[in-house]
């Protein structure tokens, strides 16, 4: 079928728009022409369909009727509707490592979290927020439910592009961020389930509303 | 670009193999040959390709390496692995209902409750069903944020497989089904945020053991 390589071709095209989008590159409803991203990458019109396929699941893009594939655009609303489903899931995914953790996997969770306090005070802010990835994708393996997996993994790109944003206004931010970490961590080592919904929350609010203030600021009119 | 014209030829594509899966007529582990459904549906290869797709991203399908596409194996683990998430994102959804509903949206979630009840007695699984899901439709609308309606969305064609799985094998449910509607409605109705993720997941828990049951009989064996 050759379906293989076709898709990994895709994921890579997907990837490397993602970024523009996430580095505020390319910006909220510009349009992605697939001719020029065929011409630019030297590649088939049929992967680069395929990756905007995996982008517009993935909410960087919007494919539109007649206008074809464009950024999409950040909003007060979309912003709060992507923070809201991703502590919804990402409360229950805590919890399930606080249930499951074992002896074997807690090293593991400990170790990225140990990176993450590393980083914060070094003001890189890609790397830490690849640090809180890195500590989510341990937590999949733990929670051991593809369904979460795949959920959390798609928001992620939208997640990323909005915290970029975030930090790129808020340089401070890190260290916070990582009290969160902490905190959250320390709930799922005693299993304590009913603590951590409200860990997630406030800290999910707290960084929705980084965004919105980075979003409302002049210099981010074109992000 | 075409594209529309393209996804939509895809969506019908999806949805008639989805249908397939969903009745029990394609099984569990069964390859769909791209070529296959070509010839069958005298549709082009690209269209087909983006049909498997959306069938992955929609949890029916899995695409391996070497194998192409092949039916979406319905294991135990599987299937509490997808109430969990269902139940998480269906709980939140309900809650953002109930703080949200007003007086001109009430009466067509009232409207959907209504059908859902008439169809109880009915011995009409799809039916009954689909009412289910359209009471889904209806509060997407009111809860107005796009990213559950797309992960509801994207879940719906495995909780309808499953479900219809269960409701083959027991045939009284659609009763005990429709007071859990009728439990849920109250709650969102006195906008009672709180009483809401009991009754979901008391209601996810009893499905699911539905669905494990009816996977464990002998006659699922090739489902």
């Known amino acids: 079928m050759g379906f293989t390589a076709v898709e990994s071709l895709a994921e890579q095209i997907a990837a490397h728009l993602a970024d523009r989008i996430i580095q505020g590159d390319l910006h909220s ?3 992605i022409q697939e001719a020029r ?5 030297s590649v088939s019109r049929g992967s680069v369909r395929e990756a905007l396929l995996l982008l517009e699941s993935r909410h960087l893009i919007d494919i539109l009727p007649r206008r074809g594939a464009v950024v999409a655009t950040l909003t007060e609303s979309g912003v709060r509707s992507l923070y809201d489903v991703y502590v919804t899931l990402l409360s229950r995914l805590a919890q399930k490592v606080a249930e499951r953790w074992s002896d074997e996997s807690l090293p593991s969770l400990l170790a990225q979290v140990h990176v993450i306090q590393g980083l914060a ?10 640090a809180g990835f890195g500590l989510m994708k ?5 929670a051991d439910n593809p369904y979460f997996t795949q959920l959390l993994s798609d928001l992620q790109p939208a997640i990323h592009r909005t915290y970029a944003l975030a930090l790129r206004h808020s ?3 890190t260290s916070h ?8 961590m320390n709930a799922v080592i005693q299993r304590d389930c009913a603590a951590i919904p409200a860990v997630v929350e406030r ?3 707290h960084q929705c509303e980084l965004v919105l203030t980075a979003l409302a600021e002049p210099s981010a009119l074109h992000v």
Request: glycine share 8%.
């Open 121 to 130: 005070e070094q003001r890189q802010p890609n790397a830490f927020i690849e």
């Open 138 to 142: 341990v937590a999949f393996t733990v």
């Open 177 to 184: 961020a990582t009290q969160f970490f902490t905190e959250l």
């Open 171 to 173: 340089v401070g931010e």
């Open 37 to 41: 991203v065929v011409s630019e990458l």
């Open 203 to 205: 800290y999910g609010q």
């Open 29 to 31: 409803g510009e349009r």
